[in-house]
């Protein structure tokens, strides 16, 4: 027979096993949580220093920013208040309206202040800090910029990112710090105050797109969101906006049409779409576009450039700068 006394005796239990009772798991999460907190904190508090370190504009520097980047970048360096008129968007903008042509043909004092694919997040955000050094009377937004093909998870995505950019530039210029630190020689940059001269000719056929209808592009909520953002900047700061779509055989169609013209009037702003001007600005596809109707050259941005002189001239009361 068993030993009952045996059988029957509580197990062993060692001290350490046993939990204090004033270390709970709660409170050990709440340490974590703080742990994690105050890395975060430091961390975004270094990032910050590293951005202001590298800030191209900081440094007087836009060579050292990301192609994409330097023509924003050099437009944040130019002397305060010496624009009168901003032309904004992206690659479409950037060969639409030449400044110097403007400022030698009528003294107007422009700048392109645009990016290659620029979102309607990124156009506010630049918005914001090119109005706290510039003045301008007029402000011309070509559409591309907001009747992109796009999707709401990606212009959310795309967001997101933009408002990260903005708070940390250096995530922005990260990739050049070779250049940045001394490292490497940046490659020579030449702003033409925004304006990409494209000499190419890549001729495009000629072909009618603009074919009217009722239809109505629907343009993504979130890029909605954004412009409604930048034309109110704009009224709160004085700036006059008008809409203009560049000619675009492959970007631009009636529907977008339709949809910019929809919002240019519920806003009360005037609208120019060139692609429904191409003879009457002598629009020549086989000399006039440096990939193949996508975007127009500098002999088609010259005959953009003349029409929109006269329509600043007739619309605009801006200061003629040519004798300063």
Known sequence: MQDSNKENKAPEIDAKEIPDKNTSPKKLKAGGWLEIAGFLIIFMIALKIISYISDPVRLQKPELANPRERHISAALLEEANSMDLIIVGDSEAMVMASPEQMMEQAGISAYNFNQLGQRMSETYFFLQELTQKQSPQVMILETNVFTQETTLKKEADVTLHNILLDRFTFLRYHGRWKELWGLKEPEEFHSHKGFEPVEVIDSYDGSPYMFETDEVYHINPITIYYLDKVVELCKEKGISVFLVSSPSSIHMNYPKHNAIQAYADKQGLDYIDFNLMLDELGIDWSQDTGDAGDHINKY???????????????????????ND
């Open 300 to 322: 088609g941005a010259e005959k953009t450039t003349n029409y929109l002189i006269e329509y600043l001239n007739e619309n605009y009361d801006l200061p003629d700068h040519r």
